[in-house]
């Protein structure tokens, strides 16, 4: 993998710092109540995507990473988002590692690929002193996407599980 400036290169994606011009395609993905049922519960309007979108370019601005926009490797085609969202802790900054991909791209090994440069890059580039994923009990498929990250579970609740790396934790697995 490579890591080039502000975007990361997988096999077969770009993972990118969100600018100004995404909001049309991140809205088409936020606007989509299947892909968010796990994520906020209902899709977003446009003002709620404008408002996330500003707070992913803060993250960037103030901490150096956070969420960003996913593209095709080869085409460039935008399917998703992942990234690392900032969570500053006493102990130290953490990365709360996030993805959503575009249905179409569900099923692919896209969140396992892009989650594995993303716990590289946090916790050996940005030295974060964690990296951390949630999800909800019933959403089996991001659960599946942990452990395949060799991820250890460290919370378990009627709301969400969260499983976490850290750094010399061993290597991520694929």
Do not use: Q
Request: hydrophobic share 40%.
């Amino acid at each position: 993998m490579t890591t080039t400036l502000d975007t990361l290169l997988t096999p077969r994606l770009r993972i990118r710092p969100m600018t100004e011009h995404d909001l049309d395609v991140l809205h088409a993905l936020y606007a989509d109540e299947e892909l968010m049922r796990f994520i906020t519960g209902k899709a977003r309007t446009r003002d709620e995507t404008r408002a996330r979108l500003d707070k992913d370019l803060g993250d960037h601005r103030d901490h150096g990473f956070g969420l960003c926009v996913t593209e095709l490797g080869d085409t460039g085609e935008v399917i998703g988002r992942c990234g690392l969202e900032p969570r500053p802790t006493e102990a130290g900054l953490e990365g709360e590692l996030a993805w959503m991909f575009a249905k179409p791209w569900w099923g692919r090994g896209l969140a396992t690929e892009a989650g594995a440069e993303l716990i590289r890059y946090g916790l050996e580039t940005l030295a974060l002193t964690r990296v951390f994923a949630k999800a909800m009990p019933d959403n089996t498929a991001s659960i599946k996407v942990m452990e395949r990250l060799g991820m250890t579970r460290v919370a378990s609740a009627d709301r969400e599980v969260e499983y976490e790396m850290r750094p010399g934790a061993g290597s991520v697995g694929l």
